[in-house]
Every structure is written in C-alpha cells, then in structure tokens.
C-alpha cells in the first residue's frame, strides 16, 4: 500500500497525458457557446447531472457541512456533468459544494439554444432563464399531474437514464468508486477526470 500511493501520483499525470492526446478527456469548463458548437458539432441533445463520490468524514466543522450529502446521507465529493445520449461524458465540473449548481457555475449558458438540455428537479428554475431546458412536471400543490405530463415525466426518465449509466461507467474504476482517503490536494478530482477521460476511450474503441 505504502509503495501504491506515491506510483499512483506519478502514473496519473502520464495517464490524464495520454488520455488529452487521445481527445477523450471531458472539457472542464465552456465559457462560450462556440466553443461548444466547436468540440461537439454534431450533438443535439445533452443530460445534466451530478455524480459523487464517498469521502472519509472531514475533521473541520465547516468542510463537514461542505462535502455533506443529504441524498447521499454521508460527506462525498460532487462534480456535476454534461452527457451525450451516447452516454459519453462531454464536460466535467470542479468539485462543487451541496448548493444550487447553476449558481456556480453557468453549465447551461454554454450550450446552443439549438440543443435540448435535460436536467433533473434540482435545476428548477432554470426553464425559467432557458428555452431549451426539458426537466420533468413538478406535482402541484394540493393537485395531481394530468395523464400527459406523467407520461412526459416516463419518458425524460427513460432517456435521462443513460446519463447514470455513464456514470456507472466511470465508477468501473476503483480509484473514483471507493472512499477517498487521499490527503493530497485536489487529486481527487484528478482521478474523476481520468476516470472519465478512461470510460470515454473505452466508448470509443469498445
């Protein structure tokens, strides 16, 4: 174990190398809509979701409430992804906290008009500022859902599916799956981008 950590930190950086050389790294940030149009051309559809990770329980108080999932019920790691109906992972967040993710980080300002962006409830309120934004009919108040709008519910459900799938491809690889007991700053998110960057070549080749 003691000879696995430091190999570990010297073969992923060779490892991330090699996957950029490859192109099948996800881009980590888009800050405009032609750089979209420019690395994916062809894609018209897009899911949005967050994937965890399991961490040791921080000691410090305010890291606690940080990395506290309340879906999750225990302290992980969150980076949010952009997915392609070909379950490849086109985009990858920094880590992010348990907070509203589009008030970190602009994921959908960066995508076309032109292309469809299915997103899960904790994005309400982003159809809102986006037109092609699809997220599934929340029950009102005291009413139920009409016939149509559950059955529009189904269906995003069916094709949003793809998007846990890709992230069951990724969790494949031990290192992004088990808790992360690393004390090194920021590799964590190193070896999500590899672990993505690795499911991506695998989509490709397989």
Same mark, same amino acid.
């Given at each position: 174990?003691?000879?696995?950590?430091?190999? %570990? #930190?010297?073969?992923? +950086?060779?490892?991330?190398?090699?996957?950029?050389?490859?192109?099948?790294?996800? &881009?980590?940030?888009?800050? !405009? $809509?032609?750089? +979209? &149009?420019?690395? +994916?051309?062809?894609?018209?559809?897009?899911?949005?979701?967050?994937?965890?990770?399991?961490?040791?329980?921080?000691?410090?108080?305010?890291?606690?409430?940080? =990395?506290?999932?309340?879906?999750?019920?225990? #302290? !992980?790691?969150?980076?949010?992804?952009?997915?392609?109906?070909?379950?490849?992972?086109?985009?990858? !967040?920094?880590? $992010? #906290?348990?907070?509203?993710?589009?008030?970190?980080?602009?994921? $959908?300002?960066?995508?076309?008009?032109? @292309?469809?962006?299915?997103?899960?409830?904790?994005?309400?309120?982003?159809?809102? $500022?986006?037109?092609? @934004?699809?997220?599934? #009919?929340?029950?009102?108040?005291?009413?139920?859902?009409? %016939?149509?709008?559950?059955?529009?519910?189904?269906?995003?459900?069916?094709?949003?599916?793809?998007?846990? =799938? %890709? +992230?069951?491809? @990724?969790?494949?690889? =031990?290192? @992004?799956?088990?808790?992360?007991?690393?004390?090194?700053?920021?590799?964590?998110?190193?070896?999500?981008? !590899?672990?993505?960057?690795?499911?991506?070549?695998?989509?490709?080749?397989?």
């Amino acid at each position: 174990m003691t000879e696995a950590k430091p190999w %570990a #930190h010297r073969l992923q +950086f060779v490892l991330e190398a090699t996957l950029d050389e490859k192109q099948v790294l996800p &881009k980590r940030k888009m800050s !405009t $809509i032609q750089e +979209f &149009k420019q690395y +994916f051309p062809d894609v018209e559809k897009v899911m949005i979701d967050g994937v965890e990770r399991p961490i040791n329980r921080p000691q410090d108080k305010e890291k606690q409430k940080e =990395n506290y999932s309340g879906k999750k019920k225990r #302290h !992980t790691r969150k980076n949010v992804a952009v997915v392609s109906p070909e379950k490849k992972i086109l985009q990858l !967040t920094p880590k $992010i #906290h348990d907070k509203k993710i589009h008030d970190q980080f602009d994921i $959908i300002g960066g995508i076309p008009d032109m @292309v469809e962006v299915q997103v899960d409830s904790g994005f309400q309120g982003v159809q809102k $500022i986006y037109e092609n @934004v699809s997220l599934p #009919h929340k029950k009102p108040r005291g009413g139920e859902l009409t %016939a149509e709008q559950k059955e529009e519910n189904r269906q995003l459900s069916r094709e949003r599916v793809r998007c846990e =799938n %890709a +992230f069951s491809g @990724v969790k494949r690889y =031990n290192a @992004v799956s088990s808790t992360y007991r690393n004390r090194k700053a920021e590799f964590d998110d190193k070896l999500m981008v !590899t672990g993505c960057g690795l499911w991506n070549f695998y989509l490709e080749v397989a």
